[in-house]
């Protein structure tokens, strides 16, 4: 699992099987999105609007960094 913040855009996506690639996807609710892959299973999640929609986003985003460092260095 993956996951990434772009601040650009407020966006959040969380690569829950990072080989598998999303075939359709569904908005579950204001701002959630759910990528689904081959299988009917959930590949993905988005989260549009993120420091609005997850309150504490601040505390998040450090463990979305830890996990992109990881990612980066192999482990």
Do not use: H
Request: charged share 30%; no cysteine; aromatic share 6%.
């Amino acid at each position: 699992m993956k996951m990434e913040y772009d601040s650009e855009v407020d966006a959040l996506y969380i690569d829950i099987l990072e080989k598998e690639i999303a075939i359709d996807s569904e908005e579950i609710a204001p701002s959630v999105i759910i990528d689904y892959g081959r299988n009917n299973e959930v590949v993905g999640i988005e989260i549009l609007n993120a420091s609005k929609t997850i309150k504490n986003l601040d505390a998040l985003l450090p463990l979305v960094e830890k996990s992109f460092q990881k990612t980066m260095s192999g482990e």
